[in-house]
């Protein structure tokens, strides 16, 4: 079983920058597809990112401006976010899934932590 736990969240102005953190308990987590959603009030839960080994994938609003990287050794994922827009605020949930192939649907994520509050300011 897989426990995820985000930080890093906060209110930045926009333009600003943020890093979220995604710490997971569990031996095997290197061997789990992670991914970063949002959820913006009023809005389904999508996509913004997912990290396989040194692979990666991104949400066309977010290419260019957003990071995703992992450091096994601290079974931790993060997601550095730059040039952030107030259309970035949303609440970020970490995901991680046993699949092999990354997915940008939530319904194929197992695992989930209980989200972190991101607030860009115009």
């Known amino acids: 079983q897989v426990q995820l736990v985000e930080s890093g969240g906060g209110l930045v102005q926009a333009g600003g920058s943020l890093r979220l953190s995604c710490a997971a308990s569990?031996?095997?987590?290197?061997?789990?597809?992670v991914g970063w959603f949002r959820q913006a009030p009023g809005k389904e839960r999508e996509f913004v990112a997912a990290?396989?080994?040194?692979?990666?994938s991104y949400a066309d609003s977010v290419k260019g401006r957003f990071t995703i990287s992992r450091d096994n050794a601290k079974n931790t994922v993060y997601l550095q976010m730059s040039s952030l827009k107030p259309e970035d605020t949303a609440v970020y949930y970490c995901?991680?899934?046993?699949?092999?192939?990354?997915?940008?649907?939530?319904?194929?994520?197992?695992?989930w932590g209980q989200g972190t509050q991101v607030t860009v300011s115009s």
């Open positions: 569990g031996r095997t987590f290197s061997s789990y597809i």
């Open positions: 990290i396989i080994r040194r692979g990666t």
């Open positions: 995901a991680a899934t046993r699949r092999v192939v990354p997915s940008t649907l939530a319904h194929e994520y197992e695992h």
